[in-house]
């Protein structure tokens, strides 16, 4: 069973920053890639960055130019740093790490104030 645990979340103004770390319970480099999602109240949750075990990275457009994901293998570590925030990225940030499985982690809240 893979476990992952995020940390980093926290309350900032718009334009500021904020660094995400996820932990995996396993090698990351077992898993066919990992990725960082989001949900906000009422909403749906949504993909924010992706990366494969190949290193190949996807974003979503609205976070393109803002925010990056990363990788450490030797810590098992996956991260998203996240750059001029803006009010509307306001949500619960969850990791997820995927082979045929899906694995999640119970998420960290991101609060940006205007």
């Known amino acids: 069973q893979v476990q992952l645990v995020e940390s980093g979340g926290g309350l900032v103004q718009a334009g500021g920053s904020l660094r995400l770390s996820c932990v995996a319970s396993v090698s990351i480099i077992s898993l066919n890639g990992m990725g960082w999602y989001r949900q906000a109240p009422g909403k749906q949750r949504e993909l924010v960055a992706i990366?494969?075990?190949?290193?190949?990275?996807n974003y979503a457009d609205s976070v393109k130019g803002r925010f990056a994901i990363s990788r450490d293998n030797t810590k098992n570590t996956l991260y998203l740093q996240m750059n001029s925030l803006k009010p509307e990225d306001t949500a619960t940030y969850y990791c997820?790490?995927?082979?045929?499985?899906?694995?999640w982690g119970k998420g960290t809240p991101v609060t940006v104030s205007s």
């Open positions: 997820r790490g995927y082979t045929v499985m899906n694995y």
């Open positions: 990366i494969t075990s190949g290193g190949t990275t």
